[in-house]
């Protein structure tokens, strides 16, 4: 079973950063293609950012575009938040597939960290 963990999450200021960090349980990300989604509150959950398995190509949210970046490497996935601002504030999702392009409903998820964004 896949297993998705993340970290990171936390309180920040606006303007500041954050960066989110997700690991498949006993094994390698490599062999993943991954995305965040996040759910503000009284919000539907949202796309915010994914990664291609083999080729690493990205693709954002447009709100998130030149303040985010996704990466990922043989170990973990990643999200570097820059300039947060409070409307980032949401509980992120990892997420994860087995196929090279992250289905639009990914088959693995993680619990979910808080990110709390204040002005």
Known sequence: QVQLVESGGGLVQAGGSLRLSCR??????????GGWF??????????VAS???RSGLTLYKEAVKCRFNISKDNDKMYLQMDN???EDTA???CTADTLQVLNI??????QGTQ???FS
């Open 38 to 47: 996040r759910q503000a509150p009284g919000k539907e959950r949202e796309f």
């Open 24 to 33: 498949v349980s006993g094994r390698t990300f490599s062999a993943y293609s």
């Open 105 to 110: 409903k990914p088959n693995y998820w993680g």
């Open 115 to 117: 990110v709390t964004v």
């Open 51 to 53: 990664i291609t398995r």
């Open 91 to 93: 509980v992120y999702y």
């Open 84 to 86: 947060l601002k409070p």
